[in-house]
């Protein structure tokens, strides 16, 4: 079974300017997950979706972050302006039952890396 | 609202002794407690939960957590360690006091084991 798939990888770009990324959950997987992780902290939960619904994104700077979930597979999320406190890892998770299952197991991507200069 | 705590930054041990890496949470309801690993340049990877049942839960790698509701805690554990676990080590928590709980993690533990 394929994991969750993540690009770019890395992404450095100057402040002010935009980036975007891409997320592709485990098949068949109904919730989403983006995630923020700064250095020495633990994974920050930005927006969450079910299928292509929001279901929580009290914690997304809606002022410059922005996701979307495309016929409830793939996700792209977005920061524009980049500030230099956006340097961090953006991790993307799916799990295959809805998000209000408080039991179900979060599989996590390999994360995109930023750096805003 | 809910939390974990993992008071340890490093802990530091042998190959082939034991080791543990700490945990505690604070919930409103129930607590759903998960611990994931994450290596260098890679995303985190699930290691084992906590739903009900037995408090002792075993998980991948020769891993285990002994879950304690009177102490809140949630360490995770193993009996002989190995090099390649170095690495850093996340508990989290969900709970069900509400609806669309969030996974909310801790501040990381890294694990250096050495020869």
């Known amino acids: 079974e394929a994991g969750v798939a993540q690009s770019p990888r890395y992404k450095i770009i100057e402040k002010r300017q935009s980036v975007a990324f891409w997320c592709n959950p485990i098949s068949g997987h109904a919730t989403l997950y983006w995630y923020q992780q700064i250095l020495g902290q633990g994974p920050k939960l930005l927006i969450q979706?079910?299928?292509?619904?929001?279901?929580?994104d009290s914690q997304l700077p809606k002022d410059r972050f922005s996701a979307e979930r495309l016929k409830g597979v793939d996700s792209t999320l977005k920061i524009q302006p980049a500030k230099l406190e956006d340097s961090a890892v953006y991790l993307c998770?799916?799990?295959?039952?809805?998000?209000?299952?408080?039991?179900?197991?979060?599989?996590f991507g390999p994360g995109t890396r930023l750096t805003v200069l | 609202a809910q939390s974990v705590a993992q008071p340890e930054d490093q802990v530091n041990v042998a190959e082939g002794n034991p080791l543990t890496v700490k945990c505690t949470y604070s919930v409103s309801g129930n607590p759903y407690l998960f611990w994931y690993v994450q290596y260098p340049n890679r995303g985190l990877q699930f290691l084992l939960k906590y739903i009900t049942g037995d408090n002792l839960v075993k998980g991948s790698y020769g891993f285990e957590a002994e879950f304690n509701k009177s102490q809140t805690s949630f360490h995770l554990k193993k009996p002989s360690a190995l090099v390649s676990d170095s690495a850093l080590y996340f508990c989290?928590?969900?709970?069900?006091?509400?609806?669309?709980?969030?996974?909310?993690f801790g501040t990381g533990t890294r694990l250096q084991v050495t020869l």
């Open positions: 979706f079910q299928n292509n619904g929001v279901v929580d």
């Open positions: 998770a799916s799990s295959l039952r809805p998000g209000t299952s408080v039991t179900d197991t979060q599989y």
């Open positions: 989290a928590v969900r709970d069900d006091a509400g609806t669309a709980s969030k996974l909310t």
